[in-house]
């Protein structure tokens, strides 16, 4: 009897040890048949250009003489630049969909998904596009010209692969309100709708000065520090910053910079008592919310700086 169980035990062996084989074999076949280069550009360091179009909307990163990328004209936040650079150059396909859902994943990907397209001297290099499912879990990409839609992973990475082609345009946008190089610092001026005694203006003689104000310097150098370094917590869209429309009804406090050459930069700001985040509107145009704790130190009045 034991003997008959033990045949049995050793025939259920080697069936699960061929099936376990058989299925290792098919898994290895399947996993390099897929071309994990399909997706790969062959100097990626020469990509000057990437346009990102999804319905209407349309992202264009642009490098310029400078060798600074822009966004639709833009600075563009550089850390964002090396995130998608990053993703084109690790992202792999892990295998390819199979038949009966290639045709829906492509009409997703046409319809919603994002055209990404390549550049290197306005040459297009690369041409695919990028969309994921429903709950932006599993990633999927479709070259311009195939019939094969990839699942696509960053290996060693549990990220939405997608996710950073998807980026509406504000999310691209440098994260410094005042990005330009304060050297060419001309005039600073600080407006309180709320309370206009409170206005100052700083100018640049030599040194910066406080018009009509005997200043302290450590305190006006410091005011300066901050604003110059004051980045943006997230840009938003239209429809996220409608949220924050009730906000418009507080006397906002305005920072214009002007730099040596005449251009402007602008915030306006809409500071709520008690409240984490801050409303703003940077140039005018673009809504943004900033951290509390980084507009507290600009929320000084033209009396807190005199000398003691």
Same mark, same amino acid.
Request: proline share 4%.
């Given at each position: 009897?034991?003997?008959?169980?033990?045949?049995r035990l050793l025939i259920s062996l080697c069936v699960l040890t061929i099936g376990t084989a058989i299925l $290792?074999? $098919?898994?290895?076949?399947?996993?390099?048949?897929?071309?994990?280069?399909?997706?790969?550009?062959? +100097?990626?360091?020469?990509?000057?250009?990437?346009?990102?179009? =999804?319905?209407?909307? @349309?992202?264009?990163?642009?490098? +310029? *003489?400078?060798? =600074?990328?822009?966004?639709?004209? &833009?600075?563009?936040?550089?850390?964002?630049?090396? %995130?998608?650079?990053?993703?084109?150059?690790? *992202?792999?396909? #892990?295998? @390819?969909?199979?038949?009966? /859902?290639?045709?829906?994943?492509?009409?997703?990907?046409?319809?919603?998904?994002?055209?990404?397209?390549?550049?290197?001297?306005? &040459?297009? %290099?690369?041409?695919?596009?990028?969309? !994921?499912?429903?709950?932006?879990?599993?990633?999927?990409?479709?070259? &311009?010209?195939?019939?094969?839609?990839?699942?696509?992973? $960053?290996? !060693?990475? =549990?990220?939405?692969?997608?996710?950073?082609? &998807?980026?509406?345009?504000? !999310?691209? #946008?440098? @994260?410094?309100?005042?990005?330009?190089?304060?050297?060419?610092?001309?005039?600073?001026?600080?407006?309180?709708?709320?309370?206009?005694?409170?206005?100052?203006?700083?100018?640049? +003689?030599?040194?910066?000065?406080?018009?009509?104000?005997? *200043?302290?310097?450590? #305190?006006?150098?410091?005011?300066?520090?901050?604003?110059?370094?004051?980045? %943006?917590?997230?840009?938003?869209?239209?429809?996220?910053?409608?949220?924050? +429309?009730?906000? =418009?009804?507080?006397?906002?406090?305005?920072?214009?910079?002007?730099?040596?050459?005449?251009?402007?930069?602008? /915030?306006?700001?809409?500071?709520?008592?008690? @409240?984490?985040?801050?409303?703003?509107?940077?140039?005018?145009?673009?809504?943004?919310?900033?951290?509390?704790? #980084? $507009?507290?130190?600009?929320?000084?009045?033209?009396?807190?700086?005199?000398?003691?």
């Amino acid at each position: 009897m034991q003997q008959k169980r033990n045949i049995r035990l050793l025939i259920s062996l080697c069936v699960l040890t061929i099936g376990t084989a058989i299925l $290792i074999m $098919i898994f290895n076949r399947d996993s390099s048949a897929v071309d994990k280069t399909v997706f790969q550009v062959a +100097d990626l360091k020469s990509v000057d250009k990437v346009v990102l179009e =999804r319905d209407s909307s @349309k992202v264009e990163l642009m490098l +310029d *003489a400078s060798g =600074r990328w822009r966004v639709n004209g &833009e600075l563009a936040d550089p850390a964002m630049v090396d %995130v998608l650079f990053a993703t084109i150059q690790q *992202a792999e396909p #892990k295998r @390819k969909i199979s038949d009966k /859902l290639t045709d829906s994943l492509t009409a997703l990907l046409h319809t919603q998904g994002v055209h990404v397209s390549l550049f290197q001297s306005n &040459e297009r %290099v690369s041409d695919f596009y990028a969309g !994921g499912n429903a709950s932006k879990t599993q990633a999927y990409f479709l070259k &311009e010209g195939d019939d094969n839609v990839y699942v696509m992973a $960053i290996p !060693g990475y =549990r990220v939405y692969t997608s996710g950073i082609f &998807e980026l509406e345009s504000p !999310g691209w #946008k440098d @994260k410094y309100v005042f990005g330009f190089n304060w050297q060419n610092f001309k005039n600073l001026n600080v407006v309180f709708t709320a309370s206009p005694a409170d206005n100052f203006d700083v100018v640049m +003689d030599k040194l910066p000065v406080i018009t009509g104000v005997q *200043a302290d310097t450590a #305190k006006l150098n410091s005011f300066l520090d901050n604003v110059s370094l004051l980045t %943006v917590d997230q840009y938003l869209t239209t429809a996220q910053a409608s949220v924050y +429309d009730s906000a =418009r009804f507080i006397p906002p406090v305005e920072i214009t910079v002007t730099d040596l050459s005449g251009k402007t930069y602008a /915030l306006t700001l809409y500071p709520e008592p008690r @409240k984490p985040v801050v409303f703003g509107m940077v140039q005018g145009r673009y809504p943004a919310v900033f951290n509390s704790r #980084k $507009i507290l130190p600009l929320m000084k009045s033209k009396g807190w700086f005199g000398k003691k």
